[in-house]
């Protein structure tokens, strides 16, 4: 059933009022700040609400204006896109409380922008799940493109603007010269850009010109460069100039994530499963992201700085979501959305541990991390917990959504497939546990004493031990995600 | 008088509403000549232009989106010997070129309060001349009186640019004199050629009629010479750069925001409905020069070092667009021309704006003497940046809109030539944001600069609501020109069979 209210648009409303508000409180740092948390948690409030209805098999649709005819702005809360509208605004109340202490122990420059530019990533994160059509896919898309170059280029020094002009030619290159003539095309050959209802049939007629379809869709998988699959990968490792809770929130959840995401629906609301079967299209993608997949995991293991190991593993797992979808059978399509939720909140551990170790020690380098795990127990406790779910292991998150896409290999009997997923598996420990080990087992001689504890401030600890709780319990309890997942099956 | 009706919807208002609008300003103009005191003069023409904006909302109010014909028609005989008749009408075409330069003309005004410091008289004089001339091509429906409006707009824009232009004025002035001289020439002589052909100087009574195919060919390249010139079209466009460049900010405001879209407007207007089978032989033709002049505008964009040419080079791009659609042949092709000519009218129209804003701080129009202004103008940059992304089709904004429509269009037309323009609105991107970083972040300084004054955000502010207000909510605007273009898509297609 279509419920017919503006609730979708309510959360974007509140992260744009939040936004405002940020950049009028540029001389009041605590009332600056307080706008942030209260914005974060009010949205998560909103996103929350819309779940029952979902859950019920309900779809929340809204119209804001159109554009031309099958063309509108309008919203669309189907389970898909609740499951990314929940990880972004949730994990944004997090990033807020780790955004403080991150950006004044370090007394960093610009605060009001960095602020402002952050709400606004998160309303085009928003902004991506709950559409209803390409248009304003790729109205919010490009909104989170546009401003998250001022927080990539943060520090305003040489690097930070090299980082970032390459991140954004990269994004609005591919956006602009693949996505919107994509858009264009799939506007001419359905005269419409409005979602299927139907992730089986998509928005096609059937005697619509096959070549031009594949030529759509191929435009489609590169133009969504967010997504980081090679070649188009090298902007996020040049990303990671930003200040780490950027690269936390944006660059292991919003940012990239709303470029599988945008994949993700593409493939389902537009293309839908039959066609990409007939043209066999979801298979050639399933086997083209496994290049990714596991050279990226190989160059992660060459990288000894912190941050650009777990950029190079993010290229990696990104790829695990597409290859989900990709495999058009319902246990890949449900591994591959539930990787949304699990990579979302282990990777932004992972992230915002890297930045207390910079914080507290001022130290990027693996190999000069030896022994920190007696300095900040806390925060290389919780690292090793999202490095497991990154590798996989139970009882972690990351285990459930690689059985699912294991099956979901299996049941099309594709053995290929399932040989990439279990190397990746083993190339993840081979870049994760030195990690580990290195912080508990080496350097430090004797026994652990209570003085040596030198953790970040709390603002970002609890932050992180939390997260890395949570990324346990979805492991425990995956039966909430994997539920509103099946919503969307027919 | 009774063929008239055909196609022309006479004005049921008590008063004869376009003529009051063309020639308000007019009225102004000549009432200065008999003020003394800058101040006074100034307010005088801001009030005239001011109360004319309103005036013209009169006409959006009641214009009738459903019928195709002309409306608010008035007819007067003029010179009956040569059956030359005084008439006026507007469509779904015309409507929005008049509300943007009515809307235009007051935010000129005002942007040239302290900007203009000597013979502020004559100044004001031929802005004011320039806007009745303006309003008049849009609404003429004769082909002298057209004619008249048109040479009209030569001789006022003319000495913006040679009294109060910049350093290299004379150049600047005497080419765009020259050239657009050239032009009227040969649209003249297409004039005369459809006189003498049906004896009528009546534009609508012109249209679709069954003219020899070589007749079409000869009159077509004439006006398309006319009118290649004003949009202005690769590559006729080299007075363009000099022109705006050179003009004072409201002299490159009116030149990017209406009088480019003269050249526009004679195509839909002229070459369409009057020689349609030429036009269609010649659209591949027409394409192929629209897609060079939008690439070539954004490579030549990349490497400009000075503010004004390259938003004047990116207007050779952005009309490129405009004449790709035009020449689709579609309706979304036309319907996002129209827009992009009212869209690019906005944006580019407030980019120079917002240059002369600066040019009055700094002196300067050099990229490199006026970077790094986020820190200390940062309400000047909130405009600045908002116009730059609008200027490159950001979606949400009012150019993404024509844009996409202008893409529908060709599209589905020729997927190659949709493909060579997406590489010009790569270009865009590339060019636009290479600008903003550099005006926000270039280079770090302590430098005493104002940020904008409120006259300054007076002028800017609706510009700026309308960039979004389009980008978001384009439907009631396309509806308004949806039914003229219709009907000149079914008119042509009965044509072309």
Known sequence: ?490 | MMALHKYLIMNTLCYPILSIVIFLPLAGAILLLFMRGERSIKMTALITAAINFPLSLIIYSGFDIGTEKFQFGEFAPWIPAYNINYVLGIDGITIFLILLTTLLAPLCILCSWTAIERRVKEFMFCILIMETAMIGVFCALDFILFYVFWEAMLIPMYLLIAIWGGPNKDYASIKFFIYTLFGSVFLLVAIIAVYLTTGTFSIPDAMFRDYGFSFQLWVFLAFAIAFAIKVPMFPFHTWLPAAHTEAPTAGSVFLASVLLKMGTYGFLRFCLPITPKASVFFGPYMIALSVIGIIYGGFVCLSQTDMKKLIAYSSVAHMGFATLGIFSFTVFGWEGALLQMLNHGVTTGALFLCVGIVYERTHSREIYDNVGLGKIMPAYVGFFGLFSISSFAFPGTNNFVGELYVLIGIFSQSKLAGFFSIVGALLAAAYMLRLLKQIVWGREDKREIADMKAREVIYLLPLALFVVWMGLFPRPFVQVIEKTLMNLHSQMNIFLR
């Open chain 1, 1 to 490: 059933m279509k419920i017919e209210s503006i609730r979708p648009l309510i959360p974007i409303i509140i992260v744009l009022v939040t936004s405002l508000l940020i950049s009028l409180s540029k001389k009041r740092p605590n009332l600056r700040e307080s706008w942030s948390i209260a914005g974060s948690i009010l949205t998560f409030i909103a996103v929350a609400s819309m779940i029952p209805d979902i859950m019920a098999g309900n779809k929340i649709v809204y119209t804001l204006s159109t554009i031309a005819p099958g063309i509108s702005i309008n919203f669309r809360v189907d389970a898909l896109s609740l499951i990314f509208g929940i990880v972004s605004s949730f994990l944004w109340i997090f990033a807020t409380f780790y955004n403080i202490g991150y950006m004044r122990s370090l007394n960093e420059h610009a605060q009001t922008r960095y602020y402002t530019c952050f709400a606004i990533a998160i309303l085009g994160a928003q902004g991506v799940s709950y559409s209803g059509s390409l248009f304003s896919l790729y109205l919010f898309y490009e909104i989170i493109t546009i401003f998250t170059y001022p927080l990539v280029a943060h520090h305003q020094d040489a690097e930070g603007y090299a980082g970032a002009k390459k991140y954004i030619v990269y994004l609005m290159g591919t956006s602009k010269g693949l996505l919107l003539p994509a858009v264009v095309l799939t506007y001419i050959m359905t005269g419409t850009l409005d979602f299927s209802d139907n992730i089986l049939t998509g928005i096609f007629t059937k005697d619509a010109n096959s070549t031009w379809i594949t030529v759509a869709y191929i435009l489609f998988l590169f133009g969504f460069a967010k997504a980081a699959i090679m070649p188009l990968h090298n902007w996020l490792p040049s990303a990671m100039v930003a200040p780490t809770p950027v690269s936390a929130l944006l660059h292991a959840v919003a940012v990239v994530k709303a470029g599988v995401f945008c994949i993700a629906r593409v493939m389902l609301s537009v293309f839908g499963v039959e066609l990409l079967n007939n043209l066999c299209l979801g298979i050639w993608t399933a086997y083209f992201v496994s290049i990714t997949i596991l050279l990226a995991s190989i160059i992660a293991l060459t990288k000894d700085d912190l941050k650009a190991r777990l950029a190079y593993s993010t290229v990696s797992q990104l790829s695990y979501i597409v290859l989900g979808v990709a495999l058009l059978d319902p246990s890949g399509i449900l591994g591959g959305i539930l990787h949304i939720v699990n990579h979302g909140f282990s990777k932004i551990t992972l992230f915002f541990c890297a930045g207390a170790i910079f914080v507290a020690a001022q130290k990027r380098k693996i190999s000069d991390m030896e022994g920190i795990g007696y300095a900040m127990p806390f925060t290389m406790g919780a690292f090793a917990i999202a490095s497991l779910s990154m590798i996989g292991a139970p009882p972690v998150a990351g285990f459930v959504s690689k059985w699912y896409l294991l099956n979901g290999a299996l049941e099309i009997h594709n053995i290929p497939i399932l040989i990439v997923l279990m190397a990746s598996t083993i190339l993840n420990a081979g870049y994760f546990a030195p990690i580990t080990f290195k912080a508990f087992f080496q350097g430090k001689r004797g026994g652990w004493k209570r003085g040596d504890i030198k953790e970040a401030p709390a603002t970002m600890v609890a932050p992180i031990v939390l997260a890395s709780l949570i990324s346990v319990a979805l492991g425990l309890f995956p039966e909430f995600f994997v539920n509103l997942i099946g919503r969307l099956m027919p």
